[in-house]
Nanobody, 114 residues
Framework: VQLQASGGGLVQPGGSLRLSCAAS????????RSWYRQAPGLQRELVAS???????NYADSVKGRFTISRDKGGSTVSLQMNDLKPEDTAVYYC?????????WGLGTQVTVSS
């Protein structure tokens, strides 16, 4: 499974971005769909995830600002990011899991700066 992430970029504080991650081929029966991020010098951290059909989890730092979602067919997972802050600057990675196997997308850079 190849994952193609898009939507990163440069935005001012308080702005919004929407990241999307599309899986390349069927089946799309992933048990978990997630977004992670990694800032320079820091470990990769979980930002948000959808477990199964709809249980959502968020890091405390993004609750109320970020929303993770999936499309009906299950091939795409998105991350709507609102009220962005400089500390949200990082490379964002999508990950999907099928049983014990994880598939990672290439990262997309998000930079929040005035």
């Amino acid at each position: 499974v190849q994952l193609q992430a898009s939507g990163g970029g440069l935005v001012q504080p308080g702005g919004s971005l929407r990241l999307s991650c599309a899986a390349s081929r069927r089946p799309f029966n992933f048990s978990v769909r997630s977004w992670y991020r990694q800032a320079p010098g820091l470990q990769r951290e979980l930002v948000a995830s959808i477990i199964g059909g709809g249980t959502l989890n968020y890091a405390d730092s993004v609750k109320g600002r970020f929303t993770i979602s999936r499309d009906k067919g299950g091939s795409t997972v998105s991350l709507q990011m609102n009220d962005l802050k400089p500390e949200d600057t990082a490379v964002y990675y999508c990950k999907v899991s099928r049983g014990p196997v994880d598939y990672w997308g290439l990262g997309t850079q998000v930079t929040v700066s005035s």
